[in-house]
Nanobody, 121 residues
Framework: VQLQASGGGLVQPEGSLRLSCAASGFSLNVYHIGWFRQAPGKESEGVSCIRFSNGNTYDADSVKGRFTISRDNAKNTVYLQMNNLKPEDTAYYYC???????????????WGQGTQVTVSS
């Protein structure tokens, strides 16, 4: 039973990346899935959240209009499409799952290994 994020890498400013959060051993269908990020020397922050069953989404103001969270029921996976990336988006990105609502830093049932995103020219 685990979550695993993937898809990070090095990208130039204004570039795009798509992150994946894949679940194994359990179905995401009853959970809310949240993406978080932690930049060096900073606290983790929530980025986006999706209710897997109906696709309702919630985004942090810092990423609205640039990041889009989505899900693929068949693949039991949540995606984070990141466009127009900025150097300040550089961080370690990871995902969490929570039954009762969008995960918080301390409230979740599952979390997984993340992936590094570096935005630099």
């Amino acid at each position: 039973v685990q979550l695993q994020a993937s898809g990070g890498g090095l990208v130039q400013p204004e570039g795009s990346l798509r992150l994946s959060c894949a679940a194994s051993g359990f179905s995401l269908n009853v959970y809310h899935i949240g993406w978080f990020r932690q930049a060096p020397g900073k606290e983790s922050e929530g980025v986006s959240c999706i209710r897997f069953s109906n696709g309702n989404t919630y985004d942090a103001d810092s990423v609205k209009g640039r990041f889009t969270i989505s899900r693929d029921n068949a693949k039991n996976t949540v995606y984070l499409q990141m466009n127009n990336l900025k150097p300040e988006d550089t961080a370690y990105y990871y995902c969490e799952a929570r039954f009762a609502g969008c995960p918080t830093l301390n409230e979740y049932e599952y979390w997984g290994q993340g992936t590094q995103v570096t935005v630099s020219s």
